[in-house]
C-alpha cells in the first residue's frame, strides 16, 4: 500500500519584537511636563489684583538631557509673560524617559492658563 505523504508544518514567521509603545509614552511624558509646569505657575500680584484672566502660548525646545531653552511667548496678555516664563524654565532639568530621548531636542507649544478662584 502506498504510504500516505505528511507535509511538514509552515513555519511560523518570527514575532517582530514588541517595540515600546513610545507614542503612548511620549503623550504621558508631555501631558506630565505640562501639569508640572501649570503647577509652577505663580499669578502675578498686579493681575490678581485686577480680576484678570488669561492664557499664554509659550514655545520652548527641549533638549535629550531634559533642559528647556529657547523661552518664547506666542500670544497672550503681557501681564501674564514673566510668570509664564518661570514656570516654563522652573521645568528645566526634567527627567526625559530613555526611549523617548532619540526623538529630541524637540519644539514645544503649550497653552498656560491663569484662572482665578471663584
Do not use: C, W
Not at 15 to 44: C, G, M, V, W
Not at 59 to 79: D, K, M, T, V, Y
Not at 98 to 111: C, F, G, Q, W
Amino acid at each position: 500500500a502506498p504510504q500516505p505523504i505528511i507535509a511538514p508544518a509552515p513555519i511560523a514567521a518570527p514575532k517582530p519584537e514588541a517595540k515600546p509603545d513610545t507614542a503612548s509614552e511620549k503623550r504621558h511624558f508631555l501631558a506630565s511636563l505640562r501639569s508640572t509646569i501649570q503647577n509652577n505657575l505663580r499669578y502675578p500680584s498686579a493681575a490678581r489684583r485686577r480680576g484678570m484672566e488669561g492664557e499664554i502660548g509659550v514655545h520652548f525646545i527641549l533638549s535629550s538631557n531634559g533642559e528647556i531653552n529657547a523661552i518664547s511667548i506666542q500670544r497672550g496678555e503681557g501681564i501674564f509673560h514673566n510668570a509664564a516664563k518661570a514656570a516654563v524654565n522652573s521645568a528645566s532639568g526634567i527627567d526625559v524617559p530613555k526611549n523617548l530621548a532619540d526623538s529630541l531636542p524637540m519644539e514645544i507649544d503649550l497653552t498656560l492658563e491663569f484662572k482665578l478662584n471663584s
